[in-house]
């Protein structure tokens, strides 16, 4: 199926809200994603097997085209599924599918503001919106809302106002049971899947990524950990301004991690952002249990400071989950026995978080053991000679770890003994691999092993095995 040109891609859209028109779109693209496989099997009987991998492969990559390209004209919830199953998808689809699908998570047209507008009204009143100039364009589009720059007339204020798409949350269950049934007809997860089970986690995020009012309190709370680590800038938030399906922060101007004056920047800032990203995360999930999982790199902007002081500007936290102290102290016991290359200790923890059953033969812990030892590569004291540099700071833009890490998951996924992780794991996976692929987008040239030893040792009151 051909791509849509760039331009077609950036082009607003008509949002379809009205169940009719999104009943209709979604009952094609069942008949459409149905009948390509109804094609695809007759056509792979008059083939040999080697023929019929090459179509397989070929086929994925078409459904998940289609998926994508459709998904991305409706937006809402079903849009999200998709994002969310590429997150998913890893550990049990096609890994051409899940690279089709992953083109969702930053590639979404934004809606008309002549859509848009009456929603705001509605939940603000005609009153305060004349006290806010709002640009018509803008600043960001994704599946479930779009932001844009306003300034308060009052005192010149720059503020961003996020704006839910109109009735979205009152679709989800309805959308989600259908594309339930349309990924199932496009034959792009497995028999034995239980996608229910997925889908029904999916579900559950997607309605606490609609709920404003706690992204208000999220953003809030963020801001208060943070407050005073001059490293990060988190928004100020405007209840005054803000609703259920509309949340108001201030403006902060910083430019995308991508951008060339980031790229431009001496190779020890990159390092110092690096170190920030990093410890960041480290922050999250070692002392407060509360990790913002959305590693889209529109949430992490650079601030770039004449005095060298650059920051991270964090944004959008509609993502923010809290993780059971059960799970995390299984948890720092799977990393420890990385990081210490104790491979018992690795497999005892993930026992403790169900990602292994007790049972497995040993091939599966040792297949296990070969990912978890993967990940930890980059905080090892020394790194491998070849990604060293001469004074031991592992190179993260040489590095292709991310890759060698999801097709090490991808191998271990085809044995029957293992298990599609619990969504804790797969949600806080998804933001450590944003971090490992930012460090590669800096070009990080960083040697973490104290870093990590410090959070997960002397932090949590854990003892060292050479202490």
């Known amino acids: 199926m051909a791509n849509k040109s760039e331009g077609d891609r950036r082009k607003p859209l008509k949002l379809k809200t009205g169940s009719f028109d999104r009943n209709a779109a979604m009952a094609r693209m069942g008949m459409v994603a149905g009948a390509q496989y109804a094609g695809h099997t007759l056509g792979n009987l008059f083939r040999s097997k080697s023929g019929r991998e090459a179509r397989n492969r070929e086929f994925y990559v078409r459904q998940a085209q289609y998926l994508a390209d459709e998904l991305g004209q409706l937006k809402g919830s079903v849009m999200k599924v998709g994002q969310m199953l590429s997150v998913y998808g890893q550990y049990f689809m096609p890994p051409e599918a899940v690279e089709v699908l992953r083109s969702l998570q930053d590639d979404s047209p934004p809606v008309a503001w002549s859509d848009l507008e009456p929603v705001v009204v509605e939940r603000l009143g005609r009153r305060r919106l004349e006290e806010l100039e709002i640009d018509p364009e803008p600043l960001a589009a994704a599946s479930l809302g779009q932001v844009h720059r306003a300034r308060r007339k009052s005192d010149g204020r720059e503020l961003c106002i996020k704006v839910q798409y109109p009735r979205l949350a009152d679709a989800i269950d309805s959308d989600i049971r259908t594309l339930t049934n349309i990924v199932r007809l496009a034959r792009l997860v497995p028999k034995g899947v239980e996608l229910h089970s997925v889908m029904e986690e999916v579900r559950e995020m997607i309605y606490r990524e609609v709920d404003y009012d706690r992204e208000l309190r999220m953003t809030r709370e963020y801001g208060d ?25 201030s403006y902060e101007a910083a430019d995308h991690v991508q951008s060339q004056r980031v790229k431009d920047l001496p190779q020890e800032r990159r390092n110092r952002l690096s170190e920030s990203a990093l410890e960041l995360f480290f922050l999250e999930f070692f002392n407060w249990g509360i990790v913002q999982t959305d590693p889209h790199f529109g949430n992490y ?34 990393v420890a026995g990385a990081f210490e290359s104790d491979q018992d200790k690795l497999i ?120």
């Open 225 to 249: 950990r943070l407050a005073g680590d001059e490293r990060y800038v988190v928004p100020e938030v405007f209840p005054e301004y803000s609703t259920e399906t509309v949340l108001v922060t």
């Open 301 to 334: 902007k650079v601030r770039i400071n004449d005095d060298g002081n650059d920051q991270f500007v964090l944004l959008d936290f509609g993502a923010t989950r809290e993780f059971p102290p059960r799970f995390l102290g299984a948890y720092y016991d799977t």
């Open 348 to 467: 005892d923890g993930a026992i403790g978080i169900n990602l292994l059953r007790r049972d497995s033969p040993q091939r599966v812990f040792d297949d296990f053991a070969h990912v978890g030892m993967l990940i930890i590569e980059p905080f090892r004291k020394q790194p491998p000679a070849e990604l060293a540099t001469s004074d031991g700071r592992y190179k993260w833009g040489e590095s292709d770890l991310f890759w060698r890490v999801s097709k090490a998951v991808q191998d271990a996924a085809i044995s029957r003994w293992f298990r599609i992780p619990p969504r804790e794991i797969v949600f806080l996976h998804r933001r450590l691999g944003g971090v490992f692929v930012l460090l590669s987008v800096f070009d990080a040239e960083l040697n973490a092993h104290d870093l990590l030893a410090s959070y997960l040792y002397q932090k949590n009151g854990r003892l060292r095995p050479d202490a």
